[in-house]
């Protein structure tokens, strides 16, 4: 017996949620990237940090709707020395890659 997915020519292997998040407010030289690595593989998530050159940091969050999500309320925080003013966030198909990782700054 097909499932109802099947049927109407939808499948869904494993659930993944992909977003962008960019965090604003004092979050570069307070260890922001770092934190979000050690948070993010905590979590299990794939993708990446980065510094961007107009102050903010821009990360790529990928894995289960919940861990993605339990991410971005911690990023809402940050590290202990960081000061978040503002998270923007965005959905995405960017492939994140095998694992947690901190790209250059752009």
């Known amino acids: 017996m097909a499932t109802p997915q099947a049927a109407n020519g939808f499948s869904q292997p494993s659930q993944t949620k992909t977003e962008r998040v960019v ?8 260890f922001y990237r770092n ?26 969050f990928s894995g289960s709707p919940d861990s993605v999500q339990e991410m971005e309320q911690r990023c ?24 947690f990782e901190k790209k250059p700054t752009v």
């Open 35 to 60: 934190w979000t690595i050690e948070n993010a593989t905590q979590l299990g998530l794939k993708g990446w940090v980065r510094n961007r050159r107009d102050g903010s940091v821009e990360a790529l």
């Open 23 to 30: 965090i604003k407010g004092r979050v570069q030289g307070v």
């Open 76 to 99: 809402r925080r940050g590290p202990s020395t960081a000061k978040v003013t503002g998270l923007q966030v965005f959905p995405s198909d960017e492939d994140p890659g095998a694992g």
